[in-house]
Each structure stands twice: as C-alpha cells, then as structure tokens.
C-alpha cells in the first residue's frame, strides 16, 4: 500500500527543527521564545550550526551577509529582460538558478564552500526580490546599505527609503517565523535534489518551485486575494459558507501535521491586529478573524502559518504577489541548514511506486492501432 502524499512517513532524521505534539522547534528551541526574542540572523546561525551565535560570530555573520548581499550585474539584467506578468517566484527561481552561474565555488561540495554559498545565496535572495519589484515597477534598483540586517535592508531595497522600526520589527518576526519546518514539501524537494550530489544551487531552485504552488508558500498571496475578494467582514459570512457548500479549500486553513492548531499562527495573529490599528485598516485583521472562528467551528481547521501572515504583510505595504518570496527569503536559511545536513549524512533519495497500471499489454506495430 503506497502512502499517498508520503503522510506520516518517517523519511529523514534531522536535528534542525522539530516538530513534537503540536510544538515546533529550532535546535530544541521553542518557536514562541525565538519569535519573542531572536533576530532573524541569530535563528539563521542557529539552523546552520546547531547553536545560538555568540557575539562575535553573529557580528561576523551579519557582516558576511551585508558583504555578499549585492548581485552581480547580469543577473539584474536578467531581471529586467523577464517578460512582463510573470510571477515573481517565477522570477526568483529562475534568479537564484543563474546566480550559479557567477559563484566559481558553485561545483565545491566542500562542507566549508557550501557554507559559504548557504551565505550569499542568504545575502542575496532579498536583494533579487526586491531588485525585480523596482525593475517592474520602472524604478531604479536600490543597492542593498552595508549597515543593516536583512529585514531591514529588503523593506529598504524595495521601497527606496528607510523602513520605520515597527516595520523591521515585524518583518524580523515574520522571518524568524518561517525560517524552518522539519520536512516540508520545499524542504524535501531541496533534499531530495541535493542527495544525488547535485550542487547548493540546484537544491535551492527546486525547493523554490515547490514553495510556489498554493497548497505550500503560495497560499499566503492566495489568502490576501480572498481578504480583498470578500472586501468588508460584513460579506464574510455569505462568502465562506458559499466556499464550503462548493467544497473549495480556504487558503490558510489546515496542516499536514498540526491537527490542533499551527504555533506560529497566533504570533501573526496579535501582529496582525496591531498593524492592521496602526495603518488605519483594521477590516483585514476583522475580516480575518471573523473567517477564522467560522472555518474552525464549522471545519475543525485552524489558521495556518500563512493566514494572518497575509494582512501582517499587507500592513506593511508589501504587494500581494511578493508574500510568497518574502516566506522564500526566510526559509532559505532552513533550505540551507536542510541540504548542508543531507551532504554530511548522504543517501540517495529514491523511493518506490505502487505500480497500478495494465499488465501484460503488448506492442502493437503502428499501422495496426
Ligand atoms: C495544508 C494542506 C495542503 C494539507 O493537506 P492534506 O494533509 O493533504 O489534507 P487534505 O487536503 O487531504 O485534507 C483533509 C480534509 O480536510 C479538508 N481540508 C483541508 N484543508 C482545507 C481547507 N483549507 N479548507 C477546506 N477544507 C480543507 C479536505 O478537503 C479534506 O476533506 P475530505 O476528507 O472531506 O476530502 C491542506 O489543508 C490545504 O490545502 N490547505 C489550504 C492551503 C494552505 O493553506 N496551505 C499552506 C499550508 S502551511
């Protein structure tokens, strides 16, 4: 009997992160203690290296990261020669790809290159997203600032001004959020790529295509479409009892693992409802929750990670269309922890399929079909 969608099968062993009765972890670290209290690159040196960083080797981290955050200046090119209308995570994928192109160590399976590229492609996911949204926009490419961390310099490369601190602030969390999930579809998707001995780069733009579709990372952008569809919490009710008579799925709702609710979720939850005060838009975090109470009473579904990541990223100006990169922008940290751990502990993944097709069945030559 085959496990279809591979549920509940056991199909790696991993120290990164933990899933346990509901509880997620980092290195054995409780995600609601990490979201109160760590920056997003001290969770990026605790996914890489088991550990929290000291002082001086955060200090060290962050500068590698400023160091190798600007992309060379064909891949901005690139990014200006992509068709109009496509998909940003289109664009993405296709980015992170031809930044292999330009690293003389990209065929290095050295632990200690590996570590190097798990770096700048850490350095450099921000600065293709944000590059690509000013290039669309018919705005000037805003070269990343030496002086700030990620979140900052990602809202800085693609609004073109300094973010306020409430907006690092959240933008810092929601990173530290989605940074790691145990074997996730995009995670096992890196995984599975990088166990043929197949390079850094060639992981990431698997993981990238996976994180894209709806039923993963593309769910966030897929929720906010649906907040704008239903327009005010008045229409909430009519609209969500509708869905659930056509049997449509409510994106941001349900989990392959949590069944009693996603930890992450109410982190986003209380951001949500004081961004969206702060804004002055309050009907995204209302609608919101008004959707909530009627999917988890009458589904017995709750919020995932995706669903108040919507109005916490639509509060912070950020287009509809980008949510699912910004999620790709933290969980490269855990694509990289994930495929560093894979090169040290290799095994061809390749698992069976319960054939059901004909048996016995024949050539036939072709003038006789
Ligand atoms: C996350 C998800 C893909 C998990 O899928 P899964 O473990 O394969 O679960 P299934 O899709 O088999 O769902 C089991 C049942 O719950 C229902 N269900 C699951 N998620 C649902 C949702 N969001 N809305 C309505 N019904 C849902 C399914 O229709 C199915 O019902 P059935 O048994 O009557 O056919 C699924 O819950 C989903 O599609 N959610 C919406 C997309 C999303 O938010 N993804 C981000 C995940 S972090």
């Given amino acids: 009997m085959s496990a279809k969608g591979l549920e509940g099968i056991v199909a790696a ?188 780069y060639s992981g990431i733009t698997s993981a990238i295509g996976a994180l894209k579709g709806p039923l993963h990372g593309g769910a966030n952008e897929a929720v906010m479409a649906m907040l704008e569809e239903i327009k005010d919490p008045a229409n909430v009710e009519e609209y969500i009892n509708e869905k659930l008579a056509q049997k449509v799925k409510i994106m941001g709702f349900g989990h392959r693992v949590y069944k009693d609710g996603d930890p992450r979720a109410k982190h986003l939850r209380k951001m949500s409802e004081k961004l969206t005060s702060i804004t002055g838009q309050p009907q995204w975090y209302e609608m919101s929750v008004k959707i909530d109470d009627m999917v988890t009473s009458k589904k017995g579904l709750k919020p995932n990670v995706d669903f108040y990541s919507a109005s916490v990223y639509h509060s912070l100006g950020i287009p509809r269309d980008l949510f699912t990169p910004i999620f790709a922008i933290s969980r490269m940290s855990g694509w990289t922890a994930h495929i560093l751990e894979q090169y040290e502990n290799n095994r061809l993944i390749r698992p069976r399929a319960e054939y059901v097709g004909p048996v016995n069945a024949h050539y036939v030559p072709l003038e006789e079909r």
């Fill in 13 to 200: 062993q991993s120290s990164i992160s933990s899933i346990i009765d509901g509880v997620l972890t980092y290195a054995g670290i409780n995600i609601d203690e990490l979201a109160e209290n760590a920056s997003f690159e001290e969770v990026v040196y605790l996914l890489w290296h088991g550990r929290l960083p000291k002082a001086d080797e955060l200090a060290q981290l962050k500068k590698d990261l400023a160091e190798n955050a600007t992309i060379p200046e064909d891949v901005i090119a690139l990014l200006k020669a992509s068709p109009e209308g496509n998909h940003p995570m289109a664009v993405l994928r296709t980015a992170i790809s031809a930044l292999a192109l330009y690293d003389p160590e990209a065929q290095d399976m050295s632990r200690e290159a590996n570590l190097r590229k798990a770096i700048r492609l850490q350095a450099k996911v921000g600065t293709v997203v944000a590059a690509y949204h000013r290039i669309r926009e018919g705005k000037e490419v805003v070269a990343p600032c030496p002086d700030f961390g990620l979140a900052q310099n990602f809202l800085y490369m693609l609004n073109g001004e300094e973010p306020k601190q409430i907006a690092i602030d959240a933008l810092d969390t929601a990173l530290v959020l989605h940074a790691d999930h145990e074997l996730n579809a995009s995670t096992f998707a890196a995984r599975v790529t990088v166990a043929t001995l197949s390079d850094i």
